[in-house]
Antibody, heavy 117, light 111 residues
Framework: QVQLQASGPGLVKPSETLSLTCTVS????????WSWIRQPPGKGLEWIGY???????NYNPSLKSRVTISVDTSKNQFSLKLSSVTAADTAVYYC???????????WGLGTLVTVSS | QSALTQPRSVSGSPGQSVTISCTGT?????????VSWYQHHPGKAPKLMIY???QRPSGVPGRFSGSKSGNTASLTISGLQAEDEADYYC???????????FGGGTKLTVL
């Protein structure tokens, strides 16, 4: 059974960079699309972007200037960096796997990241 | 404001059927047959219920079905059960620039 676990700081200061890592277990990261999705408190889901195992990426146009997603196949991990954060970036961040965009067949539990000084 | 529009809430009694709508535009849902639906119990990982408009992953009960007409997709749950109470989100491919859009979510209450 594939499992995804996001990890990283739960509190980030405004203007700093949010960094999260997703560790994939129970399956190889080689193949599939690997996505980050977030859900601000009381709001719906927002797709952040994805990376294919080969390294090609695609980002939400509204976040593109601040987002970087990378993959480390040797560690079976992929990562998210979101720069210049503000309170609007406070959300539960999910890492997820999909066989094809936009289908997601496995989600992690999500991790809450709060942006506050 | 989410790109796809869903009703905030729907409800039904055990055994009944409910339908959740998801409305987009010609730029996203109306142009592609890549609509997926996710069930989310708070505190748990979301679960894929329907993909490619009407395909059901293995393990998802046949009570769940999906369809699309024009710019609106629908998720129908028949024979409602208590464990179906959850939030449901639709998702659509939206072209090579925007790529992926979600709905705002619908809270299903089983009365």
């Amino acid at each position: 059974q594939v499992q995804l676990q996001a990890s990283g700081p739960g509190l980030v200061k405004p203007s700093e960079t949010l960094s999260l890592t997703c560790t994939v277990s129970g399956g190889s990261i080689s193949s599939y699309f690997w996505s980050w999705i977030r859900q601000p408190p009381g709001k719906g889901l927002e797709w952040i972007g994805y990376i294919y195992y080969s390294g090609s990426t695609n980002y939400n146009p509204s976040l593109k200037s601040r987002v970087t997603i990378s993959v480390d196949t040797s560690k079976n991990q992929f990562s998210l960096k979101l720069s210049s954060v503000t309170a609007a970036d406070t959300a539960v961040y999910y890492c997820a796997r999909g066989p094809a965009v936009p289908t997601i067949d496995y989600w992690g539990l999500g991790t809450l990241v709060t942006v506050s000084s | 404001q989410s790109a796809l529009t869903q009703p905030r809430s729907v409800s039904g009694s055990p055994g009944q059927s409910v339908t959740i709508s998801c409305t987009g535009t010609r730029s996203d849902l109306g142009s592609y047959d890549y609509v997926s639906w996710y069930q989310h119990h708070p505190g748990k990982a979301p679960k894929l219920m329907i993909y490619d408009v009407s395909q059901r992953p293995s393990g998802v009960p046949g009570r769940f079905s999906g369809s699309k007409s024009g710019n609106t997709a629908s998720l129908t749950i028949s024979g409602l059960q208590a464990e179906d109470e959850a939030d449901y989100y639709c998702c659509s491919y939206a072209g090579s620039y925007t790529l992926v859009v979600f709905g705002g979510g619908t809270k299903l209450t089983v009365l």
